[in-house]
T-cell receptor
Framework: NAGVTQTPKFQVLKTGQSMTLQCAQD?????MSWYRQDPGMGLRLIHY???????DQGEVPNGYNVSRSTTEDFPLRLLSAAPSQTSVYFC????????????FGPGTRLTVT | QQQVKQSPQSLIVQKGGIPIINCAYE??????FPWYQQFPGKGPALLIAIRPDVSEKKEGRFTISFNKSAKQFSLHIMDSQPGDSATYFC???????????FGTGTSLTVIP
């Protein structure tokens, strides 16, 4: 099992550019989520999905889009990157959101200049 | 508004000491409280978790104490080792929702 994989590991964008952060899991988890981690802010939920075709917003969804066409993949799209989106992004998955261990990917460090 | 408040922000202890990290919450619907450990450059990993029907849970050197009436829970690390140096996050979620709420993290340094 590869667990949760994320690509790329590092990315530098210019303001206004768009990109997609990839996330995949091979554990057949229904629940997947995206977090951003900023110093002094902890992990904040961006979007989550409880299954293929179902997504919902978390605490900080503005400027991000997601879709879930398969159980395995949950990409995060930045539509028009802004410096405020400079952060480390983590994808996570679990069998169920409540009471389930979340498995985190290794993260993507994004810098927007 | 921070749903889960965590303190302290950083902690330095000597090897063998017992660091204690505290978290507090307001939402009484929360019913699952995990702690995650994160090493530099890595994603967080589940360390230990507790539900409100027990007041304490131990796994190896790690213990969660839970005070339901005070809406507080804490992580104790017994006989701390330099390898425990990491950032620790508390979190909370409710079975009526689909969102995890994390604390702001505590950076622990254990000095040999």
């Amino acid at each position: 099992n590869a667990g949760v994989t994320q690509t790329p590991k590092f990315q530098v964008l210019k303001t206004g550019q768009s990109m997609t952060l990839q996330c995949a899991q091979d554990m057949n988890h229904e629940y997947m989520s995206w977090y951003r981690q900023d110093p002094g802010m902890g992990l904040r939920l961006i979007h989550y999905s409880v299954g293929a075709g179902i997504t919902d917003q978390g605490e900080v969804p503005n400027g991000y889009n997601v879709s879930r066409s398969t159980t395995e993949d949950f990409p995060l799209r930045l539509l028009s990157a802004a410096p405020s989106q400079t952060s480390v992004y983590f994808c996570a998955s679990s069998y169920v959101p409540e009471g389930g261990e979340q498995y985190f990917g290794p993260g993507t460090r994004l810098t927007v200049t | 508004q921070q749903q889960v408040k965590q303190s302290p922000q950083s902690l330095i202890v000597q090897k063998g000491g017992i660091p204690i990290i505290n978290c507090a919450y307001e939402n009484t619907a929360f019913d699952y409280f995990p702690w995650y450990q994160q090493f530099p450059g890595k994603g967080p990993a589940l360390l230990i978790a507790i539900r409100p029907d027990v007041s304490e849970k131990k796994e190896g050197r790690f213990t969660i104490s839970f005070n339901k009436s005070a809406k507080q829970f804490s992580l104790h690390i017994m006989d701390s080792q330099p390898g425990d140096s990491a950032t620790y996050f508390c979190a909370a979620t409710a079975n009526t929702g689909n969102q995890f709420y994390f604390g702001t993290g505590t950076s622990l340094t254990v000095i040999p």
